[in-house]
């Protein structure tokens, strides 16, 4: 019996995290574990996702990145990582949520197949910054 448990990340979740998210700098990796905004994935005990948010317009929550690592993708997880923080979510009062992903990502198609709609995007065409659109997707509770 393969036993998957979800909690909130830790201190201790810190060189997992790390292997997954190249983003978060440590400051915000310390915000996430004290404000109890990331989670980890655990299957028998063994960490292999994350997912991490925060709070768009200060009270919209925003799911900013869900990995999954490689050898266990396609799977289910991301969707549990994801139904897991969509039930905490209304639980807490809020009626909806958001992600994104670029245009040229995959990740687009799963939030779809999870009930989240296209909702607008950022094209950023800096030269220092310059990459595909992101895409913004929401979904009600």
């Not at 949520?97 to 995007?121: I, N, P, W």
Request: glycine share 6%.
């Amino acid at each position: 019996v393969i036993l998957v448990k979800i909690r909130y990340v830790e201190f201790k979740d810190q060189t997992f995290w790390y292997r997954l998210d190249k983003h978060l700098s440590p400051k915000e990796f310390r915000k996430k574990v004290e404000n109890k905004e990331g989670y980890i994935l655990l299957n028998d005990n063994k960490a292999i996702g994350l997912l991490r948010y925060n709070f768009f317009w200060d009270n919209i929550p925003f799911c900013t990145m869900l990995s999954i690592d490689k050898k266990f993708q396609n799977n289910g997880y991301g969707k549990m990582m994801m139904e897991f923080w969509e039930n905490e979510m209304k639980w807490q009062g809020h009626k909806i949520v958001l992600t994104s992903t670029r245009v040229d990502e995959k990740a687009q198609d799963f939030y779809r197949k999870l009930g989240y709609q296209d909702c607008g995007g950022l094209l950023i065409n800096n030269d220092e910054f310059k990459q595909p659109m992101e895409l913004f997707l929401i979904k009600t509770l």
